[in-house]
C-alpha cells in the first residue's frame, strides 16, 4: 500500500474523511511540509511517513520560531545509579566495555524505540531520526513524565540554532554521527570534538542554561551552543553538550549520549546522562549538575 498518514487529533476534530486515494496523496514527512502544505498551525501529535511507507506518530511544534519542528528523539535518564544498564538507549545497555566500543550505536544506526507520547518519560528515536533531511535542531528540556499538553508550559530551556549547519553534515543527526562516530577511542581532545553551533533560546537564557551545570565545568565551557561528538581526556566520546562550547576536555559532565566505554572509574562515567552525579546526585556542586537539568529529559526535533 502507498504511503499515507492518518489525520491527527487537530484534523480529526472536523471530522475530515479521506479516501485510499485521498489519503495516498496526504502523505508529510515532516512537520515542516504538514505545515506548509496543509496549513496545519496547532502544536500537538501528528503521524508522518517515510519515503517507505512507514507510518509513525510524532509530536509537532508549529508556532515556536516560524514552526514546523518534528520531534525525532528524546534522551531521559531513569535511573542515574544504573550506569550503562536496561534503558539506556543511547549509551549502552550492555556495561561500559572496551569491546563494546559504540555501546548500543543508537546514534548512527536506524534501530527505533519509544513512543512520542511518552518522550519524557522513556528514551525515545522515531524514524524521522534518519529519514527526514533538515537544516537545523531544537532542543527542550522538559521535566520527566510531563504529559504531551504540558511540555511547551513546563520546558524551562528551549533554543535551536538558524544557522542551517545540517546542510554540511548529510541533513540530519544520523549522518552527522556517521561522520563523527560516538564510539571510544576515535579520536583525542579537543582536535577531535564534533562542530560546535550557536544556539537562539526560545526559553532561558545562555546564562541561565549554564548555570545549570556545576561551577568546575561552567568554569570549562562557554554558553549558548550545542556540541556535537565531544571527547574527554580518557577518549571516551559523548554525543550532544547541551547549551555549550567545550574549552577542555572534561565532557562527561555537561554532555549526554555517552558511547560504550569510559576507561576512567568506568561504569562510573558511563549512561545516557553520563557524570552529572560526579559529586552526589543533583547536588550542583564541584563536578555534579542540577537536580533540575539531571531529572529532566532533552527532546531533540528537526526542521
Do not use: C
Given at each position: 500500500m502507498a504511503s499515507w498518514i492518518v489525520v491527527s487529533a487537530a484534523f480529526a476534530s472536523i471530522n475530515l474523511c479521506l479516501s485510499i486515494r485521498e489519503m495516498e496523496y496526504f502523505s508529510p514527512q515532516s512537520c515542516?511540509?504538514?505545515?506548509?502544505?496543509?496549513?496545519?498551525?496547532?502544536?500537538?501529535?501528528?503521524?508522518?511517513?517515510?519515503?517507505?511507507?512507514?507510518?509513525?506518530?510524532?509530536y509537532c511544534d508549529m508556532t515556536t520560531a516560524g514552526g514546523g519542528w518534528t520531534l525525532v528523539a528524546s534522551v531521559h535518564e531513569n535511573n542515574l545509579y544504573g550506569k550503562c544498564t536496561t534503558g539506556d538507549r543511547w549509551s549502552s545497555q550492555q556495561?561500559?566495555?572496551?569491546?563494546?566500543?559504540?555501546?548500543?550505536?543508537?546514534?548512527s544506526n536506524t534501530v527505533t524505540f519509544g513512543t512520542a507520547e511518552a518522550a519524557t518519560s522513556d528514551d525515545f528515536k522515531n524514524p524521522g531520526y534518519y529519514d527526514i533531511t533538515a537544516e537545523d535542531v531544537a532542543v527542550w528540556h522538559?521535566?520527566?513524565?510531563?504529559?504531551v499538553n504540558q511540555w511547551k508550559q513546563?520546558?524551562?530551556?528551549?533554543?535551536?540554532?538558524?544557522?542551517k549547519f545540517l546542510n554540511s553534515y548529510g541533513g540530519n543527526l544520523y549522518n552527522l554521527f556517521k561522520r563523527f562516530p560516538v564510539k571510544y577511542n576515535v579520536g583525542s581532545c579537543p582536535a577531535d570534538h564534533?562542530?560546535?553551533?550557536?544556539?537562539?533560546?526560545?526559553?532561558?537564557?545562555?546564562a541561565s542554561n549554564h548555570n545549570l551545570y556545576g561551577p568546575n565545568i561552567r568554569a570549562m565551557t562557554d554558553p549558548g551552543?550545542?556540541?556535537?561528538?565531544?571527547?574527554?581526556y580518557e577518549k571516551a566520546a559523548m554525543a550532544i553538550c547541551s547549551g555549550v562550547k567545550l574549552k577542555d576536555c572534561h565532557t562527561e559532565h555537561c554532555c549526554i549520549g555517552g558511547g560504550g566505554h569510559f576507561p576512567e572509574a568506568s561504569p562510573r562515567q558511563c549512561g545516557d546522562f553520563t557524570s552529572f552525579d560526579w559529586d552526589g546526585y543533583g547536588t550542583h556542586a564541584h563536578w555534579s549538575a542540577s537536580k533540575q537539568l539531571t531529572e529532566a529529559a532533552v527532546l531533540i526535533f528537526y526542521r
Open positions: 515542516k511540509e504538514l505545515m506548509h502544505r496543509y496549513k496545519t498551525t496547532e502544536d500537538g501529535l501528528y503521524y508522518l511517513s517515510t519515503p517507505s511507507g512507514t507510518v509513525y506518530q510524532t556495561g561500559g566495555h572496551a569491546n563494546v566500543p559504540e555501546g548500543d550505536g543508537s546514534w522538559v521535566p520527566n513524565n510531563e504529559q513546563t520546558s524551562f530551556l528551549r533554543y535551536h540554532t538558524e544557522t564534533g562542530p560546535s553551533v550557536p544556539v537562539v533560546y526560545d526559553v532561558g537564557d545562555a551552543f550545542i556540541t556535537f561528538r565531544a571527547l574527554n
